[in-house]
């Protein structure tokens, strides 16, 4: 198994440039997030998703879309980049959220520097 | 809501001596409480969790952490430092309406010296 899978590992915008950062699992798990971690603050929730079809927000949602049409992939769209979109950007995913099978598994980050 | 204190951002042991990372919560439920470690340029990885039951809870590469009520508090230790062990750990409390939903604290950076 990969695990979970993140693409691109470095990427450089302009400010107002669009991108998909992809996330994939390969693992069957429903659960799927995406957090960015800024220097000093952690890791923040973006956007959850149950399954497919079925996505929500979390904390920091704003400029950020979603959606699941697979249960393997979860793609994270920037539509419109800005400057506090810098940042370091997880991708995370777990069989359930029950205490038993609800361990995340995270990829390896997509580091994001907008100009 | 749920929020996650990690006192301290730097903390630097020598090899051996005992290892500790603080990290007090609040939250408005029973917690679930996690500790994970970050490796340089890797993701992050489950150290330790507690849901319910035994307050110590023991976790990976020699690491356990305490569930204190009381204190609102679950700190990370480990009795011996190795030089592996450098990293960013991260405590983290899920939300409620959500497992794994989680919110994190600032992260400790561990630096491990000879």
């Known amino acids: 198994n990969a695990g979970v899978t993140q693409t691109p590992k470095f990427q450089v915008l302009k400010t107002g440039q669009s991108m998909t950062l992809q996330c994939a699992q390969d693992?069957?798990?429903?659960?799927m997030s995406w957090y960015r971690q800024d220097p000093g603050m952690g890791l923040r929730l973006i956007h959850y998703?149950?399954?497919?079809?079925?996505?929500d927000q979390g904390e920091v949602p704003n400029g950020y879309n979603v959606s699941r049409s697979t249960t393997e992939d979860f793609p994270l769209r920037l539509l419109s980049a800005a400057p506090s979109q810098t940042s370091v950007y997880f991708c995370a995913s777990s069989y359930s959220d029950t205490p038993e099978f609800g361990e995340q598994y995270f990829g390896p980050g997509t580091r994001l520097t907008v100009t | 809501a749920q929020s996650v204190t990690q006192l301290g951002s730097h903390v630097s042991v020598s090899e051996g001596a005992l290892v500790l990372l603080r990290c007090n919560y609040s939250s408005s439920v029973p917690p679930y409480l996690f500790w994970y470690v970050q490796y340089p340029n890797q993701g992050l990885q489950l150290l330790l969790k507690?849901?319910?039951?035994?307050?110590l809870v023991k976790g990976i590469n020699g690491f356990e952490a305490e569930f204190k009520k009381s204190e609102t508090s679950f700190h990370l230790t480990k009795p011996s430092a190795h030089m592996s062990d450098a990293a960013e750990y991260f405590c983290?409390?899920?939300?409620?309406?959500?497992?794994?939903?989680?919110?994190f604290g600032a992260g400790t950076r561990l630096a491990v010296h000879p």
């Open positions: 998703s149950v399954g497919a079809g079925i996505t």
């Open positions: 507690y849901t319910t039951g035994a307050t």
């Open positions: 983290a409390v899920s939300r409620s309406g959500g497992y794994n939903k989680l919110i």
């Open positions: 693992m069957n798990h429903e659960y």
